[in-house]
């Protein structure tokens, strides 16, 4: 409120000056000093403008669960090989693998993803969430089962970035139950 008001007191300013064409420099001063107060008002506005609310940490679970599920839905519909591409932030993303360490950019980390069976023998269920204060990270963790014989099952955790309000997989890992 402080801030418009300022915006406000400066065009104030601004238009008495211009009025106030009798005396140069007078006119000049008021010019320079509404000059600079609409500057630092529209540097203020500008820096609140990009201030955004604080969100929820149970939006963020909420969200961050929600997108899990869509994950694990498109898999079963679409394969494991198309839900990869769709959810994993290839910019930004890595994988870590067995025996090959760190995999980053999309031909690396889809080369461990070829499984294009429908429906989709892997199968998740996501069973808590947790996420940062900006909103824009956060992690999923739960069960998963992958169809065979034997069928393997284990735990996973996903680390999750919002990107252009889009939560995207920046890396996941699984941890299979010791064999019986």
């Not at 070829?114 to 992690?139: C, E, R, Y």
């Amino acid at each position: 409120m402080r801030t418009v008001q300022a915006v406000k007191r400066s065009v104030d300013l601004l238009l008495s000056a211009i009025q106030f064409r009798g005396n140069q420099e007078n006119f000049m001063k008021q010019t320079a000093k509404a000059l600079r107060s609409m500057a630092l008002g529209s540097a203020v506005l500008s820096i609140v403008g990009c201030v955004s609310a604080p969100v929820s940490p149970a939006t963020i679970e909420a969200e961050l669960m929600e997108a899990d599920m869509a994950y694990e839905a498109f898999n079963l519909e679409y394969g494991y090989e198309a839900a990869s591409k769709k959810f994993v932030d290839f910019d930004k993303g890595f994988m870590l693998e067995a025996g090959e360490g760190f995999l980053t950019g999309e031909a690396a980390i889809m080369a461990e993803r070829q499984l294009d069976t429908v429906p989709s023998p892997v199968h998740w269920k996501p069973i808590g969430a947790m996420g940062s204060a900006s909103g824009d990270m956060g992690v999923t963790w739960g069960s998963f089962s992958v169809d065979g014989d034997p069928e393997t099952t284990g735990n996973y955790v996903t680390v999750w970035r919002k990107v252009d309000g889009v939560w995207k997989i920046v890396t996941d890992t699984a941890v299979d139950d010791p064999a019986e």
